[in-house]
């Protein structure tokens, strides 16, 4: 049986920013001790199921034709929701729009969802590089700086651990929830954070990954886009220990469906060391968010199936035709000009592969103008687009997973960790 929580997370500080007095928070050195994280009844029960989902997952990965597939549409829908969770109200279409015309009505909300895209792709390539950075506080710079680079924040000090103390929940310091470590704690405690990600820990990696995100978090070493750069990490880190090879999961999606309960329990780490109860709603997140992508990436195999039938039997199908479907997933918004790079032809041969998927009902011109139009592979937008509705003050009443996964858990081992959470709160 788990022991009840009875562990201390780490120590406090007294510190005074703008002539408040605060207690900023100094967390204890990862792995859990005192005592130390056992993954053992409930635990184990949501971490076999996690790992299964994401074995599951990496299947559905490797079995289409091409993982650019499901990495374009997942990697920005990612992006898309872990920004919202920050406040940006850019939603999907909007950065799809961007793409394909270089227009937007937000250009600033935009361009930080597609700072984040960008941010991924440099920190995976530099893992990939033989002498390229390590998964290590220079690369976290490095990926911080290309995140805020040029938006809100930027004036911040991208890419530079702070230097001064920061506060969470509030406008001025006196009614702040959450006070990180004094500045002066920084660079030892992410020198600390990173030896244990490159050290041996008896814990399974996924457990690690989830401990790790609550300690970046909890350091908050910068003066902005800590949130981003923390589930960041997780993907960085699920690649890293070898759980999945690409960035496959969005788990910000689960983060945001059941942000106050996110929230709680990074708090209740601090406030309780209730290590157990952070791990099982992250490993629940996980099951959840890989089950989820699992089913979108069945869906969109299907619709991909469906409609390159519908257009190689069509009566106006051509090679480009089906060659343009092809470059859909990729390409969900497309112009004139677009295809005509796409498919390295004449603008008359685009316009026929065009009005073909047109009028296969695959493509959707969605501005109405004569001029400048854009196309929509709709069907698949609608897939990809599921939960990336910008955050409104309630909490959405569906998403029933989440609650199966607990309530199933709860019945068959609740009273190893005591009752774990089904509900939610309003914000």
Same mark, same amino acid.
């Given at each position: 049986?788990?022991?009840?929580?009875?562990?201390?997370?780490?120590?406090?500080?007294?510190?005074?920013?703008?002539?408040?007095?605060?207690?900023?928070?100094?967390?204890?050195?990862?792995?859990?001790?005192?005592?130390?994280?056992?993954?053992?009844?409930?635990?184990?029960?949501?971490?076999?199921?996690?790992?299964?989902?994401?074995?599951?997952?990496?299947?559905?990965?490797?079995?289409?034709?091409?993982?650019?597939?499901?990495?374009?549409?997942?990697?920005?829908?990612?992006?898309?929701?872990?920004?919202?969770?920050?406040?940006?109200?850019?939603?999907?279409?909007?950065?799809?729009?961007?793409?394909?015309?270089?227009?937007?009505?937000?250009?600033?909300?935009?361009?930080?969802?597609?700072?984040?895209?960008?941010?991924?792709?440099?920190?995976?390539?530099?893992?990939?590089?033989?002498?390229?950075?390590?998964?290590?506080?220079?690369?976290?710079?490095?990926?911080?700086?290309?995140?805020?680079?040029?938006?809100?924040?930027?004036?911040?000090?991208?890419?530079?651990?702070?230097?001064?103390?920061?506060?969470?929940?509030?406008?001025?310091?006196?009614?702040?929830?959450?006070?990180?470590?004094?500045?002066?704690?920084?660079?030892?405690?992410?020198?600390?954070?990173?030896?244990?990600?490159?050290?041996?820990?008896?814990?399974?990696?996924?457990?690690?990954?989830?401990?790790?995100?609550?300690?970046?978090?909890?350091?908050?070493?910068?003066?902005?886009?800590?949130?981003?750069?923390?589930?960041?990490?997780?993907?960085?880190?699920?690649?890293?220990?070898?759980?999945?090879?690409?960035?496959?999961?969005?788990?910000?999606?689960a983060f945001k469906r059941h942000r106050q309960e996110y929230?709680?329990?990074?708090? @209740?780490?601090?406030?309780?060391?209730?290590?157990?109860?952070?791990?099982?709603?992250?490993?629940?997140?996980?099951? @959840?968010?890989?089950?989820?992508?699992?089913?979108?990436?069945?869906?969109?195999?299907?619709?991909?199936?469906?409609?390159?039938?519908?257009?190689?039997?069509?009566?106006?199908?051509?090679?480009?035709?089906?060659?343009?479907?092809?470059?859909?997933?990729?390409?969900?918004?497309?112009?004139?000009?677009?295809?005509?790079?796409?498919?390295?032809?004449?603008?008359?041969?685009?316009?026929?592969?065009?009005?073909?998927?047109?009028?296969?009902?695959?493509?959707?011109?969605?501005?109405?103008?004569?001029?400048?139009?854009?196309?929509?592979?709709?069907?698949?937008?609608?897939?990809?687009?599921?939960?990336?509705?910008?955050?409104?003050?309630?909490?959405?009443?569906?998403?029933?997973?989440?609650?199966?996964?607990?309530?199933?858990?709860?019945?068959?081992?609740?009273?190893?960790?005591?009752?774990?959470?089904?509900?939610?709160?309003?914000?």
């Open positions: 049986m788990i022991p009840t929580m009875a562990r201390i997370t780490g120590t406090y500080k007294t510190t005074v920013v703008e002539a408040e007095k605060v207690r900023a928070f100094i967390p204890s050195s990862l792995p859990p001790q005192k005592p130390s994280l056992r993954i053992e009844g409930n635990l184990d029960k949501l971490h076999t199921n996690a790992v299964a989902a994401l074995a599951r997952l990496e299947v559905a990965g490797a079995l289409v034709p091409s993982e650019e597939w499901f990495l374009y549409g997942f990697v920005r829908k990612e992006a898309v929701i872990s920004s919202q969770i920050e406040g940006t109200q850019a939603t999907l279409q909007d950065v799809l729009t961007y793409e394909a015309t270089r227009q937007s009505d937000m250009p600033a909300e935009v361009e930080e969802v597609c700072n984040y895209v960008e941010a991924l792709a440099f920190a995976r390539s530099e893992l990939a590089r033989p002498k390229g950075l390590p998964l290590c506080t220079r690369l976290l710079c490095k990926i911080h700086e290309h995140l805020m680079r040029g938006v809100r924040g930027a004036d911040k000090q991208p890419g530079t651990i702070r230097r001064s103390q920061n506060w969470i929940g509030a406008s001025r310091p006196g009614t702040a929830h959450f006070f990180p470590p004094p500045s002066e704690a920084v660079p030892e405690l992410l020198a600390a954070m990173e030896r244990w990600i490159h050290g041996k820990d008896s814990l399974p990696p996924l457990v690690r990954a989830g401990l790790v995100h609550v300690q970046f978090e909890t350091i908050h070493p910068f003066l902005d886009g800590n949130g981003r750069i923390g589930r960041l990490l997780i993907t960085l880190l699920l690649e890293h220990w070898g759980l999945l090879t690409s960035p496959l999961l969005y788990l910000s999606l929230y709680r329990r990074l708090s @209740e780490v601090r406030t309780a060391g209730d290590w157990e109860g952070w791990t099982a709603f992250f490993l629940s997140c996980v099951q @959840e968010s890989a089950d989820n992508a699992v089913d979108t990436a069945r869906r969109i195999f299907t619709l991909m199936g469906k409609d390159r039938q519908t257009v190689a039997h069509h009566i106006s199908a051509t090679v480009c035709a089906i060659r343009l479907l092809d470059q859909l997933v990729e390409h969900p918004l497309v112009t004139m000009p677009m295809a005509m790079k796409l498919l390295k032809t004449t603008k008359p041969t685009a316009s026929k592969a065009i009005d073909t998927l047109c009028q296969a009902g695959v493509l959707h011109e969605i501005t109405g103008k004569r001029r400048d139009r854009i196309y929509a592979y709709q069907a698949y937008l609608k897939m990809l687009a599921e939960d990336t509705e910008v955050i409104q003050n309630v909490l959405p009443p569906h998403h029933k997973r989440f609650t199966e996964i607990l309530r199933a858990t709860n019945q068959k081992y609740g009273h190893a960790l005591g009752r774990l959470p089904t509900g939610r709160k309003t914000d």
